[in-house]
């Protein structure tokens, strides 16, 4: 007989063992789940402890920026006589804030300049301008400029100025007001290094620009046509564990399961914090107790830089993005930080949640303290370099064409910037695709390109025009009802104290018989004027404000 060979009883091993396998799968899976869990069960304890969700924890870095860091200029521009440019590379821009350092600018007066003709001198010489995302207060950079307490001032400005020829000197200026305060650098050198900083790059970053008018301001756009990259970046969202321990200290705290929007939530009695599982955005909520006054009048006591002082707190707590962040707008009680990255600030594509906001709404009635945090959870993780495309940045000229095309003017804006729109294709919140674009400021609100060239910046600006010349008709309205109701009621009154007048010398001129018999009806007559009189007032104050109340 015939011996078989190794390999054969290898074979014949190996295909016993597949059969075997097979008919685990196609039967017995229980089976074969129990016997494949012996060799996992050390990865279910381990995964089981503390130590992976601590591994989580220390992977993700919240944002080291201190707040003179989050309130500095976005913008850099130089002017050469009639020529300008923007410095348009933000490690140089960088490196002229660095050379700024802390407390560089010393205030040495607190007048401010309001006259014409030396505000066009100002911006129409040699200088370098660092611009500013919006109107600061003066004491709201006191990481930067330093203020003596007998020069207090609550000047808001918008960006710095330095002439070249003048070493030493800074401007303050606010652009809406076409106002300015004069100050110093505590090292006149400073100024010579930074224009040495920026000569340097004159030939491969200084962009040819032309400026525009706005509405209280200017902007500055690009002369020629450009080109930029698209961002692509994995993205990561941030565990809830990040921000528990920090939000409820004492751990104890409830859970309530999504509802139908997909908001699930952990609470107390005080505090919520609330997960929007759709947008993946997350806010936190605090109680407002009762109070008593007026909340306008407090919130008018509360400076703009106590507000930036105690938003801040948060956004060093909860704020995990690895880019840079600036404050980027305060609009009553709101403030809100914005996400940046290689310079730009980022935006969101229409019907998308804003992933690059992150805001404080405050109440300052009776102390200043945080109502609500609201942030996206999601964050940019590696980039990838090799899907970026290249996408053209229209010129000025081609605004200027597209909002002639569109029946607008550079008047109608508060503001055009270069950003990144962050697009609503995200593979299931596993990539972010982020492409750059013009976005123009109206009604406190940031519209891209897209939404000129389709028409929905036209109709809102329309609208909000018409509801505006309404408003005007309507209190020219309510104006002329109220000026025709107080000369009615003048001429009322008039008539009322004439019949006074009249009552009274029938009363005092007629004796009681002559009052019986002889001016009886003429008494009546006056009598019956009266009470129509008081009739006619009482409906023409019911008109009145009825008028009013109807008009607002």
């Keep these: 007989m015939k011996k078989l060979s190794l390999t054969s009883i290898i074979v014949f091993i190996l295909l016993t063992i597949n059969l075997f396998l097979v008919y685990l799968l196609l039967f017995d899976t229980n089976l074969l789940n129990r016997w494949l869990n012996q060799f996992e069960g050390e990865t279910v304890i381990t995964t089981s402890t503390s130590e992976p969700i601590e591994d989580v924890e220390d992977y993700y870095e919240v944002t080291t920026l201190t707040l003179d860091q989050l309130i500095t200029p976005t913008k850099l521009i130089i002017n050469e006589s009639s020529d300008m440019y923007d410095v348009n590379n933000y490690a140089t821009l960088q490196s002229v804030l660095e050379l700024l350092g802390s407390q560089t600018i010393e205030l040495n007066t607190n007048s401010v300049e309001t006259h014409p003709d030396m505000y066009e001198a ?15 207060s003066v004491p709201s950079l006191r990481g930067l400029i330093a203020t003596p307490a007998e020069l207090s001032t609550q000047f808001e400005m918008s960006r710095l100025v330095f002439p070249r020829h003048l070493e030493g000197t800074v401007y303050l200026v606010d652009t809406k007001s076409q106002a300015y305060m004069e100050a110093e650098l505590t090292d006149p050198t400073i100024a010579k290094e930074i224009f040495a900083v920026v000569d340097a790059v004159r030939d491969d970053q200084w962009l040819p620009v032309t400026r525009f ?30 921000f528990l321990d920090d ?90 930080y914005r996400r940046f990255l290689n310079g730009l600030p980022i935006y969101s594509a229409p019907g998308l949640a804003d992933y690059g906001a992150t805001r404080v709404t405050l109440r300052t009635n009776p102390n200043i303290e945080v109502s609500r945090y609201q942030m996206p959870l999601i964050t940019i993780g590696t980039h990838i370099h090799d899907m970026s495309r290249v996408y053209d940045i229209e010129s000025g000229a081609q605004i200027a064409a597209l909002l002639t095309e569109q029946g607008l003017s550079f008047e109608h804006f508060t503001n055009i910037v270069l950003g990144y729109e962050w697009q609503s294709e995200m593979e299931n919140f596993k990539t972010a695709t982020l492409v750059p674009k013009w ?50 009621n003048a001429q009322l009154s008039e008539n009322l104290n004439i019949v006074a007048v009249v009552d009274a010398g029938v009363l005092e001129g007629l004796s009681v018989g002559d009052f019986k018999h002889q001016n009886y009806r003429s008494r009546t007559t006056q009598w019956e004027s009266l009470v129509q009189v008081e009739v006619e007032l009482e409906q023409a104050s019911r008109f009145k404000l009825g008028g009013w109340s109807n008009g607002l």
């Excluded at 129409?124 to 995302?133: A, D, F, H, I």
């Excluded at 509405?215 to 565990?239: F, H």
């Excluded at 329309?462 to 000026?483: F, L, R």
């Design 122 to 136: 100002l911006t129409s010489g040699e200088y370098l301008q660092l611009l500013y995302p919006t109107s600061f």
């Design 213 to 242: 008018e706005v509405e209280g301001g200017a902007v500055y756009l690009p002369t020629y046509e450009t080109i930029s990259l698209s961002q692509i970046y994995t993205l990561e969202k941030l565990p809830d564990s990040l």
């Design 247 to 336: 939000i409820f200290p004492s751990n104890n705290y409830d859970i309530a399961e999504p509802d139908a929007n997909s908001v699930r939530s952990y609470h107390t009695l005080l505090t919520t914090f609330q997960i929007n599982d759709l947008t993946n955005i997350m806010s936190i909520n605090h109680s407002i107790s009762s109070t008593t006054g007026s909340n306008n009048i407090i919130r008018d006591m509360v400076l703009p830089e106590e507000k930036v002082r105690y938003s801040y707190p948060y956004v060093q707590t909860y704020e995990y993005w690895p880019s840079d962040i600036r404050l980027y707008s305060e609009n009553n009680n709101t403030i809100t």
């Design 439 to 488: 976005f123009f400021h109206v009604n406190n609100t940031y519209y891209s390109i897209d939404q000129v060239r389709d028409g929905t910046v036209t109709n809102l600006i329309v609208q909000n025009s018409g509801q505006t010349q309404a408003t005007d008709v309507s209190e020219n309205s309510i104006s002329q009802a109220s000026v025709q109701i107080e000369t009615e």
